[in-house]
């Protein structure tokens, strides 16, 4: 089945530090991918949606300049958090669209997820 | 009110049970309906998916939903220790329900 690597895990960084988080999709394209962030016990939110080659789209409430978004391939996003706070401390999940899925709407297979503390 | 309302127990049940779980949701635009299951520190992995009115059986698993009152679940027979997850409810993969925790107990 289709498989959305996502990396690192895990990670912890000082406060005032930026962190890189990558999300692959590797055997299938993936023109649009989403970023999803969960605290413990709560649901997924979705924060952005990543288009290749053009802007994200960014949730209502969620700042685009903390939270860089970077889809420069069809298989690659990155959710950059710049400045991390301990408040920034959470669980952070990509999941893509198969470009090629016949349900456009519905195949969208997540990463394992990373989980970030900010200290 | 909440665009989705999803209980999030825990559930408890013996092995081999039914777990029946539901969420309600309010906006009437919802085309796409979807149950996630979630194990610890993992991301979420789709198990079902459906786009209409009715029943969607998938071995063990079957997903309901009834777009008239705006209710969906999902039903899991024969349950197994495997099935202790977070199963989340989806809507339009823009709306989640906060999980709820199934533990299966041998």
């Known amino acids: 089945g289709a498989v959305v690597s996502q990396h690192p895990s895990w990670v912890i960084c000082k406060s005032g530090t930026s962190v890189k988080i990558e999300c692959r999709s590797l055997d299938f394209q993936a023109t649009t991918m989403f970023w999803y962030r969960q605290f413990p016990k709560q649901s997924l939110m979705l924060m952005a949606t990543?288009?290749?080659?053009?802007?994200?789209?960014?949730e209502q409430g969620v700042e685009k300049d903390k939270f860089l978004i970077n889809h420069a391939s069809l298989t690659l996003s990155t959710l950059t958090v710049t400045s991390a706070h301990p408040e920034d401390s959470s669980f952070y999940i990509c999941s893509a669209r198969d470009d090629g899925g016949w349900r456009m709407n519905t195949e969208a297979f997540f990463g394992q997820g990373t989980r970030l503390t900010v200290v | 009110q909440k665009e989705v309302e999803q209980d999030p127990g825990p559930l408890s049940v013996p092995e081999g049970a039914i777990v029946s779980l539901n969420c309600t949701y309010s906006n009437s635009a919802f085309q796409y309906f979807m149950w996630y299951r979630q194990y610890s520190r993992k991301g979420p992995e789709l198990l079902m998916y459906t786009y209409s009115s009715g029943n969607k059986e998938d071995g063990r698993f079957t997903a309901q939903v009834d777009k008239s009152s705006k209710y969906i679940s999902l039903f899991i027979r024969d349950s197994q220790p495997s099935d202790s997850a977070t199963y989340l409810c989806a809507f339009n993969r823009l709306a989640f329900g906060k999980g709820n925790q199934v533990v299966v107990i041998p």
């Open positions: 990543s288009n290749e080659g053009s802007k994200a789209t960014y």
